[in-house]
């Protein structure tokens, strides 16, 4: 027996199926403006940073200009004439202390060169003297005069203290021409000496009158 489906009563409607997108647009509407507001004023901070560093930068580049055009002032100009004033003070001072030293060294070379002359002449003077002595003196030794030691009167530099003996001869006869000699035992013995002479001296250092 075949039975009939119990129909849904009609007391109880179904209700109609909801929509999947029906609240959607609702989430939406209640973020969409505090955040389009936080970007809105996000983005004029943004420009009013932007807009002020430009206002900034142009007022500064402006002011250099200005001043550019405008030239030192004349509290800088007197500082600057100030340093050019004294740099020339110190040149002026450093030219006049050179000069100075300068002159010194001068002078000192002047003295030097004025010393050096005087012992050069002192010098020569001594070796003049030596020359001369050595020209004049007779050493122990026999000696042709004329050739050895200059033509003249000599006589002992010491006093003869013990006995000694010279001799005047003939220049080459070897001694054998005797001109005069003598054996001295004291006192300060002096011979007279003439060019073709030889002189034997055992009495000490004879130097010319």
Same mark, same amino acid.
């Given at each position: ?10 007391s109880l ?22 955040? @389009?507001?936080? *970007? ?14 430009? !206002?900034? @930068? ?67 003077? !001594? ?17 042709? !005069? ?13 006093? *003869? ?7 005047i001869y ?7 021409d005797i !001109?005069?000699?003598?054996? *001295? ?5 002096? *011979? ?18």
């Open positions: 027996m075949t039975g009939t489906p119990n129909p849904e009563p009609a409607p179904r209700d109609p199926a909801p929509k999947a997108d029906s609240y959607k647009p609702q989430r939406r509407r209640r973020f969409a403006l505090p955040l @389009t507001a936080a *970007v809105t004023g996000f983005l004029g901070m943004i420009l009013g940073a932007g807009m002020g560093a430009g !206002v900034d @930068t142009a007022s500064s580049t402006d002011n250099r200009d200005v001043a550019a055009e405008q030239g030192p002032s004349a509290e800088e100009t007197a500082e600057q004439d100030d340093r050019i004033r004294a740099a020339e003070q110190d040149a002026a001072a450093a030219i006049a202390a050179a000069e100075e030293s300068l002159a010194d060294l001068e002078v000192r070379e002047t003295e030097l060169d004025e010393r050096e002359a005087a012992i050069a002449a002192r010098e020569e003077a !001594v070796t003049a003297t030596e020359e001369r002595a050595a020209a004049t003196q007779i050493d122990i030794g026999t000696w042709t !005069v004329g050739v050895d030691v200059e033509p003249g009167s000599y006589r002992t530099v010491d006093a *003869v203290t013990s006995t000694c003996y010279w001799g003939r220049t080459g006869t070897n001694k054998a !001109v005069d000699n003598d054996v *001295v035992q004291g006192g300060y013995p002096s *011979v007279t000496l003439r060019e073709g002479q030889d002189f034997e001296n055992g009495c000490g250092v004879w130097v010319k009158q």
